[in-house]
């Protein structure tokens, strides 16, 4: 079965400096894939070269059986990627709906979420639909900034850090979100550092360390490599 996903031997730089390093990593598809490792390991910068935001790359990035590692960052969205990265980018002068509403529908991908089933997922932002950006808290800007890529027809979601900063009943509704996605079908890779949050989640763990993959495993394992991840991560 093709991957959604494939990556080998991937090298990316910002300007002079190398920073990850014969990555190799395979998604596939209804997969929920978690990229552990601590600040500065090269968790985000994976995320961002898979989307062609970093400076050169090298190797192999195959989304859905198509090599993307020549093409531009809106060939590569195209492809079918949606990215969230941590900082969200919510549009503050912008209604709820407005930001909901502002990406199209990506050419050549099945239809995206319909809005109706959006804020039936996320009730909270149906409450919110009328305000501004800037008057959402940190949960639903979060919230917004997933449910903005469903609605392009993308279904390989790459999240950054989504749970960061939130409140515990928060991040308990951002869970729900993963498996309600998982469940749909989605393919989903997360970076996280919140271990909790992510270790009942996820089919895999990839652990990142100085931009290499130095841990892989299954969720079904997870128990066995606890002393090498508190070695790693400090969990």
Partial sequence: MTAAL????????YGESHILHNVNLRVDKGEVVT???????GRTTTLRAIMGLT???????????????????????????GYCPEER?????????????????????DAGMPVAEIYE????????????GTRLSGGEQQML??????????????LDEISEGLAPVIVQGLARMITTLKAKGYTI???????????????RFYVVEHGQIVE???????????????ELLGV
């Fill in 6 to 13: 494939e990556i080998s031997n991937l090298q990316a730089w």
């Fill in 35 to 41: 990229l552990l490792g601590r600040n500065g390991a």
């Fill in 55 to 81: 400076g050169a790359r090298s190797g192999s990035i195959k989304v859905n059986g198509v090599e993307s590692i020549g093409l531009p960052t809106h060939r590569i969205a195209h492809l079918g990627i």
């Fill in 89 to 109: 980018g919510i549009f503050s002068s912008l209604s709820t709906e407005e930001n909901l509403m502002l990406p199209p529908q990506l050419a050549g991908l």
């Fill in 121 to 132: 997922m996320f009730p909270n932002l149906l409450e919110r639909k009328n305000s501004q």
């Fill in 145 to 158: 900034a997933v449910a903005r890529i469903l609605r392009t027809g993308a279904r390989l979601l790459l």
């Fill in 189 to 203: 890779v997360m970076v996280e550092q919140n271990f909790r949050f992510a270790a009942p989640l996820a089919d």
């Fill in 216 to 230: 892989t495993f299954a969720s079904s394992e997870l128990s066995a490599k606890m002393p090498v991840l508190t």
